[in-house]
C-alpha cells in the first residue's frame, strides 16, 4: 500500500517568516495530493490540494508543489500569522479513493 | 451546509468493554469513510462504504471491530471487546463521490479505554 512520509514533525518559525513542510510517497501511481489544517481539538480541514498533472498551485498565502519523478510534494505558507498554528498533514491517494495520511507537522508560529 | 455530525465527542470505558459510535454524514454524500487517528499520529482508514455497500476495510481489525451503513445514510462503528490500544480519535468523513474532491470530517469521537 501507499506510504507517506511528511517531515519535519514539529516546525517554530517567526510570524512573517515562510513554513515548508515536505512529502515523499511510495506509489508513483497516486494523483490526487491533499494537505489537511488540524486545530487543536478541532477535525481537519481541507486547505488546499493538487493533481498529478499539475506542478504547482497557489492560493492566496499558501502554495503547494509536486515533483512526480521524485515522488514528494510540498507546502509552502508565507508571511506566516499565529492562526496558521495547527497541525498539517499531507496525505496521497490514487484516484480519490483510500487517502493515505502523513504522521503530522506541528507548526508553530512566534509572534 | 450542515457538516458530519459524530457522537458521542468523548467516550470512557474499561478494556473488553463495548463500544460504539455514531456518524451522520453531509446530506447526499454517498461515501462514508471512518478512521482511526491515534494521538501523534495521521488518520488511518479503517473502512470505506459507498452507499451501503463497503468498499474497502482492509485495515479494519475485524475481529473486534465492525461497521454498518444499513440505509446508505448514517453509520455505527463497533468495537467489542476494546483493547488499551483502540484509545483514539475516531473521525468519520464523507465525500460526494469517492473520487470527487474533498473529503469532509466530522468531529470525531475521542476513545479512552483504561
Known amino acids: 500500500g501507499e506510504n507517506v512520509e511528511q517531515h519535519p514533525s514539529t516546525l517554530s518559525v517567526q510570524e512573517g517568516d515562510s513554513a515548508v513542510i515536505k512529502c515523499t510517497y511510495s506509489?508513483?501511481?497516486?494523483?490526487?495530493f491533499p494537505w489537511y489544517k488540524q486545530e487543536l481539538g478541532k477535525r481537519p480541514q481541507l486547505i488546499i490540494d493538487i493533481r498529478s498533472n499539475v506542478g504547482e498551485k497557489k492560493d492566496q498565502r499558501i502554495a503547494v508543489t509536486l515533483n512526480k519523478t521524485a515522488k514528494h510534494f510540498s507546502l509552502h505558507i508565507t508571511e506566516t500569522q499565529p492562526e496558521d498554528s495547527a497541525v498539517y498533514f499531507c496525505a496521497a491517494s490514487k484516484n480519490d479513493y483510500k487517502l493515505s495520511f502523513g504522521a503530522g507537522t506541528t507548526v508553530t508560529v512566534r509572534a | 451546509e450542515a457538516g458530519v455530525a459524530q457522537s458521542p465527542r468523548y467516550k470512557i470505558i474499561e478494556k473488553r468493554q463495548s463500544v460504539a459510535f455514531w456518524c451522520n454524514p453531509i446530506?447526499?454524500?454517498?461515501?462514508l469513510y471512518w478512521y482511526q487517528q491515534i494521538l501523534g499520529q495521521g488518520p488511518k482508514l479503517l473502512i470505506q462504504f459507498q452507499n451501503n455497500g463497503v468498499v474497502d476495510d482492509s485495515q479494519l481489525p475485524k475481529d473486534r471491530f465492525s461497521a454498518e451503513r444499513l440505509k446508505g445514510v448514517d453509520s455505527t462503528l463497533k468495537i467489542q471487546p476494546a483493547k488499551l490500544e483502540d484509545s483514539a480519535v475516531y473521525l468519520c468523513?464523507?465525500?460526494?463521490?469517492?473520487?470527487?474532491?474533498?473529503?469532509?470530517f466530522g468531529p470525531g469521537t475521542r476513545l479512552t479505554v483504561l
Open positions: 468523513a464523507s465525500t460526494v463521490l469517492a473520487g470527487v474532491n474533498e473529503q469532509f
Open positions: 446530506s447526499g454524500h454517498a461515501t
Open positions: 506509489d508513483s501511481a497516486s494523483n490526487y
